[in-house]
Each structure stands twice: as structure tokens, then as C-alpha cells.
């Protein structure tokens, strides 16, 4: 298996809920991201990764919380969402930091209820 | 402030003819620029990219052109053909080190191909 890998990819959850989204890539990358996809809006970025270490927290809020176990798998834990928190979460991937081009997974679509 | 913008949500072409999509840029400091493109259901998948050294890159039939003192760039793609149809989202970056790694996208153009 090559590639980025997101699961799950959908995901429907109430505000009180906690669920976590999880990639892998298998390109031998050491740079990790995720990414919100709102409708009709840029992708923004999120989180960034290096080599397990977190390098940029994008003023996220902290209901959104990283996890980055290895420079394989990243995780995304989410406890008391939003309804403004639905959207398409994208994890991609480079070689190191900065590298490009950037890898991406297919996304999860999170709806919360 | 939408630093890279695609001015046009949608567009459509005739297969084999020519599809130009546009992109515009407001931070000089940006110096590579790339083009990606998304089908339904999947991520975002690299499609040819541009350094600010340069006005032109092809790569079979996608061509980008970098016009810097307009701040716009450009893909080309001809000729056009039905599995091009996506949406293609255009990426700038200012290279660097330090925390200057950030892509920026635009919202994206919905290409549409018609047989």
C-alpha cells in the first residue's frame, strides 16, 4: 500500500461525542499535516509535523487536539465539536517540512450534529 | 484577506479544445507556486508546479505560466479532455526555512469537460 492513507472517511458525530481521525503515509515522509476544508472556502492549514514533533499549531481551537506517534501515523482527537466543525479534514505529507509537493489523503467528512 | 485568489468558480470547455485557468496572488514574498487537482471524493493530487524564477513549466499537455510583476499565474491544459474534469485549486508558498512553509490555496475552479 502506497500513499496517504485517512480513516475513516466519513464520520457523523454529536457535539458531545469524542472521535478521532486517523492517516498514515507510506512514503517515507517526515512531515505531517492536516487540513479543514470548509464549503466555498481555501484549504487551511491546521497542524505540521515533523518528525513527531509539532511545529505549527494554526490558532486552532484546542477542542481539535494532534497526535503524532510516529513520523507515520498522525491522529486528529475531537471532543465537543461544533456544528461549524463540519467540514472535510485533509491529512497530507512531504519529505520534510516545507518540501514539495505535498501528499494528500483523501480526506474524512466529518457532519456534526 | 484571500492572498491567492481563482476568480472563477467554474468553467467550461469543449473536449479537445484549450482550458485556462486563472489565479491571482497578492504576497510578493511568494516564491513557488503549485497546481493541484481534486476529483470527487479524493484528496487534492499535485499536478505541476512553478518556481518564481521562472514564467513557464510543462509538462505534457499542462503548461503553467508565472506572470510575476501581475502577480498571476496560470494553467494551461491542451487539449482538454473529459477526465480532466475536477476541481483545481492553486497553491503558493513562500520558501525559506523557519515558518515559511505555509501553502496558501485558493477556493478552487470546477473544470468542466464536455465530450
Known amino acids: 500500500e502506497t500513499g496517504v492513507t485517512q480513516t475513516p472517511r466519513h464520520l457523523v458525530m454529536g457535539m458531545t461525542n469524542k472521535k478521532s481521525l486517523k492517516c498514515e503515509q507510506h512514503?517515507?515522509?517526515?512531515?505531517m499535516y492536516w487540513y479543514k476544508q470548509s464549503a466555498k472556502k481555501p484549504l487551511e492549514l491546521m497542524f505540521v509535523?515533523?518528525?513527531?514533533?509539532?511545529?505549527e499549531n494554526n490558532s486552532v481551537p484546542s477542542r481539535f487536539s494532534p497526535e503524532c506517534p510516529n513520523s507515520s501515523h498522525l491522529f486528529l482527537h475531537l471532543h465537543t465539536l461544533q456544528p461549524e466543525d463540519s467540514a472535510l479534514y485533509l491529512c497530507?505529507?512531504?519529505?520534510?517540512?516545507?518540501?514539495?509537493?505535498?501528499?494528500f489523503g483523501d480526506g474524512t467528512r466529518l457532519s456534526i450534529l | 484577506d484571500q492572498q491567492v485568489k481563482q476568480n472563477s468558480p467554474s468553467l467550461s470547455v469543449q473536449e479537445g479544445r484549450i482550458s485556462i485557468l486563472n489565479c491571482d496572488y497578492t504576497n510578493s514574498m511568494f516564491d513557488y507556486f503549485l497546481w493541484y487537482k481534486k476529483y470527487p471524493a479524493e484528496g487534492p493530487t499535485f499536478l505541476i508546479s512553478?518556481?518564481?524564477?521562472?514564467d513557464k513549466n510543462e509538462d505534457g499537455r499542462f503548461t503553467v505560466f508565472l506572470n510575476k510583476s501581475a502577480k498571476h499565474l496560470s494553467l494551461h491544459i491542451v487539449p482538454s479532455q473529459p477526465g480532466d474534469s475536477a476541481v483545481y485549486f492553486c497553491?503558493?508558498?513562500?520558501?525559506?526555512?523557519?515558518?515559511?512553509?505555509?501553502?496558501?490555496f485558493g477556493k478552487g475552479t470546477l473544470l468542466t469537460v464536455n465530450p
Open positions: 497530507a505529507s512531504s519529505q520534510v517540512v516545507g518540501s514539495q509537493p505535498q501528499h
Open positions: 509535523y515533523s518528525l513527531e514533533e509539532r511545529v
Open positions: 497553491a503558493a508558498i513562500r520558501n525559506g526555512g523557519g515558518s515559511n512553509y505555509k501553502l496558501t
Open positions: 512514503l517515507g515522509h517526515n512531515a
Open positions: 512553478i518556481s518564481s524564477i521562472k
